[in-house]
């Protein structure tokens, strides 16, 4: 069972780029396995950018900087801030899986790839779309603050920069803020929609 | 208001839920190995069937090797998935086009050719380029592996309604520019974000002009600016493709179809949520210099000053540098983008009368066994072994390296596939995405070259 939405206070791991696609979220070679293994698909997370060609930590890459190599736990890291047109390219869902593996709860960006975007609610991540000021104050915080943390108000659909107090309400349509709030997801939904299926079929 | 998106749409809408997504009933199922395991894995803990499991195609594409084929895969993992899709194909009683097989090779090539994906059709497969199957006149679009399973499970999946766009390209396209050019251009123009949220038809004469095989290979690329999908109103050129295909409608089945395809159009009055349009004039073979397909430039460009360092260095690139002369290692004639007879008839017109250029290492990957088995016929494999190249056995090959077919760290390709993403033919791999006649023209020369020099 997945953990229900609620309030996430959290500080956040950087990644200041864009276009960020999902090939690089999870490079192709880890697409081979045939199971939903999230632990597997969280250690493999931006692999090419976090390990060199011999298995060995890259120093440069965020993740494995000392601000930013402990493995997210309550109120620790589970936030990744990413930069516009995150999650493009490939709809492969191994990259929710991934993040969500990593134990990232919420992603915050100023823009989302669709499919991305969907693969990230059906595993209970959370996409927050930010504007691009929120966005970018928010990197200048973290990068003077690396222990600041973001407020993520499920509930109320607010996001906060807790060092400058900004906030801004995010969207997400009222049916799937029920679904994570409640742990639910969508094919439990359309399982009990059998009759309205058959009664679409038999106008065609 | 009154676009084709919306008819198709609308006529789909099993449900709608308040503040929330809509139910749309989905025609066509496609499932390929990778993208499709944990699906069947979540019917089976819900210990649930497929609800129509008739509509549901199943096919490996991404680790088939593109060489013995009637052997068993070598590499245990991608093993271990083929054999995987079969077996649930098997358990859920669904139709399963096998390797080794003349049925199986890439869903997007496959779908269209055997007429499984027809005008008016809602499709989708956990694959982004799903979008290819709009070219029928198609609300077509890629889906993650929990969409695949409500899919599976319900015939229905929960989406946003998107937005609307049309894309018109007026006028002609001029000698040595093709359809993937066109898509190459849009992208330039648009970003990889720029129709993010949209769905899109595009329109115009330049577009009503190309080829079922042209407009497949545009709308092929609809994701890679973002969109959802984009389609091409179905027409004449349509039903000319579909009929006579073995799943396409038959006798007064197909009398009926083509009239209700024929109501297929976005209405005089249709409102779009975004509209631009482009000149056919203005467009030039394209070649990409970056690390996503937006970052593309005429063939004779410079690399804009402005380039990400972080593109350029994985690219071992400069910016202001030109492209041309810029030596290739690599060339890949394929995928579900360029796999189709045109593209192979494109190249074959290049090489014609030259040889491949020592030093450059060639794959011409057909698309499916269809196209393989046209390219013998029309006698084309013979023009290009004379010019030192050879066919090999059809498959998704070097898009994406989950076959044995990977670019190595380093190595510059010019490649008629879909992506450029740092890593996506191989770690390390260098990417050029370009047309199939700039290929050829890099393939007989052994570096980036204008394909317009060898076209009479």
């Known amino acids: 069972m997945k953990a229900k939405f609620n309030i996430i206070e959290s500080t956040c791991i950087p990644l200041p780029l864009e276009n960020v696609d999902t090939d690089q979220i999870i490079p192709a070679r880890f697409l081979k396995a045939t199971t939903r293994d999230e632990k597997f698909f969280g250690d493999n997370l931006f692999c090419d950018w976090r390990y060199d060609k011999d298995g060995q930590a890259k120093k440069d890459f965020v ?79 973290i990068a003077s603050d690396p222990q600041m ?39 439990d939904y359309l399982l009990e929609q059998k009759t309205k299926i058959e009664a679409f079929e038999s106008t065609r | 208001m009154n676009t084709l998106f919306d008819k198709i749409w609308d006529s789909h809408v099993v449900s709608l839920i308040e503040d929330g997504p809509t139910q749309l009933y989905i025609d066509r199922l496609y499932c390929h190995e990778v993208t499709s395991p944990q699906a069947f894995d979540g019917l089976r803990a819900r210990g649930i069937k497929c609800l129509r499991p008739e509509k549901i195609f199943c096919m490996p594409d991404h680790n088939t090797p593109t060489h ?68 029928m006149g198609a609300v077509a679009f890629g889906i993650g592996t929990s969409e695949v399973e409500m899919v599976l499970a319900s015939q229905c999946i929960l989406q946003q309604k998107p937005k609307s766009m049309s894309i018109r390209i007026e006028g002609e396209l001029r000698p040595g520019v093709t ?18 949220g949209y769905f899109v038809e595009y329109r115009g004469s330049a577009v009503k002009a190309l080829s079922m095989e042209g407009r497949l290979t545009l709308c092929n690329l609809s994701i890679e600016m973002g969109a959802r999908g984009g389609f091409v109103a179905p027409d004449e050129t349509t039903f000319e493709y579909i009929k006579g295909r073995e799943y396409a409608p038959k006798g007064e089945d197909w009398d009926n179809a083509v009239a209700y395809w024929k109501t297929l159009y976005s ?34 460009g410079s690399i804009p000053m402005d380039t990400a360092q972080k593109a350029l260095d994985y690219m ?27 593209d192979f008839r494109a190249f074959t017109s290049v090489v014609r009368g030259h040889q491949k250029a020592e030093g450059v290492t ?28 050879a066919i090999r056995q059809p498959g998704c090959s070097a898009c994406l390296a989950m076959n044995d077919d990977k670019i190595p760290a380093g190595k510059y390709s010019v490649s008629t596939s879909n992506r450029n993403f740092e890593g996506r033919q191989g770690p390390g791999s260098r990417t050029f995405l370009a047309s199939p006649l700039t290929a050829a023209a890099a393939a007989i020369t052994g570096k980036v070259t204008d394909p317009r020099e060898f076209i009479q």
């Open chain 1, 149 to 187: 943390k973001v407020k993520v108000d499920v509930p109320a659909q607010t996001v906060t920069n807790t060092v400058t107090g900004r906030e801004e309400h995010f969207d997400i349509n009222g049916y799937k803020k029920y679904c994570l709030m409640n742990a639910l997801d969508d094919i």
């Open chain 1, 63 to 141: 993740f494995n900087q000392p601000d930013f190599c402990a493995a997210p736990a309550e109120g620790v890291h589970q936030i990744l801030v990413a930069g516009k047109n995150f999650g493009s390219g490939s709809s492969r869902e191994h990259a929710a899986w991934a993040i969500a593996g990593y134990g990232f709860r919420v992603v915050i960006s100023s823009f989302f790839a669709d499919i991305h975007k969907n693969n990230e609610l059906n595993n209970f991540v959370l996409p927050v779309v930010v504007s691009e000021d929120f966005l970018a104050e928010l990197f200048s915080t």
């Open chain 2, 267 to 300: 209405g005089d009055d249709a409102v779009f949520d975004c509209e631009v349009v482009y000149d056919a004039a203005d467009i030039t073979p394209m070649i990409t210099y970056g690390t996503n397909p937006g970052m593309g430039m005429p063939i004779d």
């Open chain 2, 316 to 342: 071992g690139l400069e910016a202001g540098e030109k492209l041309l002369g810029h030596p290739v290692d690599y060339v890949f004639l394929g995928a579900c983008t360029n796999g189709r007879i045109e």
């Open chain 2, 362 to 389: 060639a794959w011409l990957v057909p698309g499916s066994w269809m196209v393989y088995d046209q390219i013998k016929e029309e006698g084309l494999d013979k023009e290009l072994e004379a010019a030192g190249f």
């Open chain 2, 68 to 135: 013995d084929q009637d052997k068993p895969i070598e590499d245990p993992v991608g093993k271990k998935q083929v054999d995987a899709l079969a077996a649930n194909a098997a358990e859920f009683g669904l139709k399963h086009f096998a390797m080794g097989t003349h049925d199986n090779c890439i869903i997007h090539v496959v779908g269209p050719e055997k007429g499984l994906s027809l005008p008016g059709m809602t499709i989708v497969c956990g694959d982004s380029h799903t979008s290819t199957h709009g070219a």
């Open chain 2, 179 to 196: 359809a993937k050019d066109i898509a190459l251009y849009l992208m330039m123009k648009l970003t990889t974000s720029g129709a993010t």
